[in-house]
């Protein structure tokens, strides 16, 4: 299992970017896929997951209505796109799956991350 991630970048206040998340090893669209923010000196934070449940998405409600998590299944790859970034959301993001259909809390297989820096 191997998740890479790639996007992130210094982005100004209420500007967006995407972030992209390639895996291998296994087919994503069968399982759940999340994403995962850290920044230093905080807890980690989930703030998107897809379901293979249902295809449902969750978020909290400290960037619902901003971040949309997408997939190709075809590409075997995850987005996130963010939108109305506040510096608050600056943070290292992570690409995360449990190989499991339901989003999980604490999954076992992680990216290696990618910095996001939104200036203010």
């Known amino acids: 299992v191997q998740l890479v991630e790639s996007g992130g970048g210094l982005v100004e206040i209420g500007g967006s970017l995407r972030l992209s998340c390639q895996a291998s090893?296994?087919?994503?669209?069968?399982?759940?896929m999340s994403w995962f923010r850290q920044a230093p000196g905080k807890e980690r934070e989930g703030v998107a997951c897809?379901?293979?449940?249902?295809?449902?998405?969750t978020y909290p409600s400290s960037v619902k209505g901003r971040f949309t998590i997408s997939r190709d299944n075809a590409d075997n790859s995850v987005y996130l796109q963010m939108d109305d970034l506040k510096p608050e959301d600056s943070a290292t993001y992570y690409c995360?799956?449990?190989?499991?259909?339901?989003?999980?809390?604490?999954?076992?297989?992680w990216g290696q991350g990618t910095q996001v820096t939104v200036s203010s």
């Open positions: 995360a799956t449990d190989l499991v259909e339901y989003c999980n809390l604490d999954p076992e297989y």
């Open positions: 090893g296994f087919t994503s669209g069968a399982y759940a």
């Open positions: 897809s379901s293979a449940i249902d295809g449902g998405t």
